[in-house]
């Protein structure tokens, strides 16, 4: 899906504040998401740092460190670190692409399997929490205005017009808790 040429003019930059802004209400989302999940995960002895790319690997199967790191906006030295503590844990390792040496491939054990079996129940009732007291239609309706931005985003990105040197990762995530 395109932008339309001409967007509508919803913020000014004499107008502008953070309250109404969908960034900054996005990100409260995020956050808040985010303490939840953790504090439900933390009973599993997982923190969002570690969850997120193994459920990442657990709908996914296995993958490149440099497309974990991609996927989760980390950079190659974070995404290191983070792995060394998860392999130290038993739960995922790590194995060099028989294809290409320079590729490391990652995975879930067997026991990061067993500790991510929780996740789906604990992540889907975090969202509806967050979700209470939307219809049926009211969320069908959110996830459709939502996939427009995403789109939006998209397109902004293949047009050329995204930061040539972004902070944060500018690649489309395909499945985020």
């Known amino acids: 899906m395109s932008p339309p040429t001409t967007p509508n003019e919803f913020y000014s930059a004499d107008s502008f504040t953070r309250e109404p802004s969908v960034g900054w209400l996005l990100r409260q989302?995020?956050?808040?998401m985010?303490?939840?999940?953790?504090?439900?995960?933390?009973k599993h002895d997982l923190t969002h740092a570690q969850w997120a790319?193994?459920?990442?690997?657990?709908?996914?199967?296995?993958?490149?460190?440099?497309a974990l790191a991609r996927e989760l906006a980390m950079d190659g030295g974070a995404m290191t670190r983070l792995l060394d503590r998860l392999e130290a844990k038993n739960l995922v390792q790590r194995e060099r692409s028989t294809e290409d040496r320079r590729v490391v491939m990652v995975s879930l054990t067997e026991h990061g399997l067993t500790v991510m079996t929780p996740a789906p129940a604990i992540l889907s009732k975090v969202?509806?929490?967050h979700l209470a007291g939307f219809t049926q239609e009211e969320f069908r309706t959110?996830?459709?205005?939502?996939?427009?931005?995403?789109?939006?985003?998209q397109a902004i990105r293949d047009a050329g017009h995204a930061s040539e040197t972004p902070s944060i990762s500018c690649y489309p995530i395909d499945d985020e808790a």
């Open 127 to 129: 969202s509806n929490d």
């Open 142 to 153: 959110l996830i459709g205005m939502l996939q427009r931005m995403v789109a939006n985003g």
């Open 29 to 32: 989302i995020k956050q808040s």
């Open 34 to 42: 985010i303490c939840q999940a953790d504090k439900l995960l933390g």
């Open 53 to 66: 790319p193994m459920l990442r690997l657990r709908f996914n199967g296995p993958m490149s460190s440099a």
